[in-house]
């Protein structure tokens, strides 16, 4: 199953903060997930959210603080152990789904799910061969998705991840990311629309962690 980690791990963020130059963005973030939990952070547009999940993945260097693994030996660090999702897709237009996803699975590595179960997950098996430019806003999305179902990443790091989605794809993916933690992964997702999946703990900026 995709998420599936073999062994206990906890993710585990101290006094994490961000600088954008002229200020801070936030200080003092701290949380612990452990294998089979989430994390839904919420706050208004430029809270920093966004950047929150960058400098987790490793995208940006956070100006203090730090977000490490531990109780694993399975990955060297939380970049090398995530999936990230952000708002681009991050695909070729040109290129067909099938050949975009092939590619991602190979830059990847640990393969999970292949390419044509992926898809037939989130319902667009018949976008196999079409270049990725014909698809609709939500399709692009659903098919960026699917990303994480092919190669195995225990920790699922989303940056507003149901941008571009209708009603009945937000609740599918709530789905994936309910299975994923089940099988002993980890997610944060930062959103400002809900992901339905009982039990993720929630950190608003400019509040606290909570159950």
Same mark, same amino acid.
């Given at each position: 199953?995709?998420?599936? /980690?073999?062994?206990?791990?906890?993710?585990?963020? /101290?006094?994490?903060?961000?600088?954008?130059?002229?200020?801070?963005?936030?200080?003092?973030?701290?949380?612990?997930?452990? !294998?089979? +939990?989430?994390?839904?952070?919420?706050?208004?547009?430029?809270?920093?959210?966004?950047?929150?999940?960058?400098?987790?993945?490793?995208?940006?260097?956070?100006?203090?603080? *730090?977000?490490?693994?531990? +109780?694993? !030996? !399975?990955?060297?660090? &939380?970049?090398?152990?995530?999936?990230?999702?952000?708002?681009?897709?991050?695909?070729?237009p040109a290129l067909s789904v099938f050949e975009n996803l092939s590619?991602?699975?190979?830059?990847?590595?640990?393969?999970?799910?292949? &390419?044509?179960?992926?898809?037939?997950?989130?319902?667009?098996?018949? *976008?196999?061969?079409?270049?990725?430019?014909?698809?609709? /806003?939500?399709?692009?999305?659903?098919?960026?998705?699917?990303?994480?179902?092919?190669?195995?990443r225990p920790i699922w790091l989303l940056d507003e991840p149901t941008?571009?989605?209708?009603?009945?794809?937000?609740l599918h993916f709530a789905e994936l990311v309910r299975e994923h933690?089940?099988?002993?992964?980890?997610?944060?997702?930062?959103?400002?629309?809900?992901?339905?999946? !009982?039990?993720?703990?929630?950190?608003?900026?400019?509040? *606290?962690?909570?159950?």
């Amino acid at each position: 199953m995709p998420g599936e /980690t073999g062994e206990p791990m906890k993710l585990v963020v /101290t006094d994490l903060a961000a600088d954008r130059g002229s200020g801070p963005i936030f200080e003092a973030v701290a949380f612990a997930l452990a !294998d089979g +939990e989430g994390l839904l952070v919420t706050g208004p547009n430029g809270a920093g959210k966004s950047t929150l999940v960058r400098a987790i993945a490793g995208l940006l260097r956070p100006s203090a603080g *730090t977000a490490v693994l531990e +109780e694993t !030996d !399975d990955w060297p660090d &939380v970049p090398s152990a995530s999936h990230y999702l952000g708002p681009i897709n991050a695909m070729k237009p040109a290129l067909s789904v099938f050949e975009n996803l092939s590619f991602w699975q190979d830059f990847c590595g640990r393969p999970a799910l292949d &390419v044509d179960e992926a898809l037939d997950r989130i319902g667009l098996e018949h *976008t196999r061969d079409l270049p990725f430019s014909y698809l609709s /806003t939500g399709q692009r999305r659903r098919v960026s998705i699917a990303k994480l179902l092919i190669s195995h990443r225990p920790i699922w790091l989303l940056d507003e991840p149901t941008s571009g989605l209708d009603a009945a794809s937000e609740l599918h993916f709530a789905e994936l990311v309910r299975e994923h933690m089940e099988a002993g992964g980890i997610a944060i997702a930062a959103t400002h629309l809900p992901i339905r999946v !009982d039990g993720m703990k929630r950190l608003e900026f400019g509040g *606290t962690v909570s159950a």
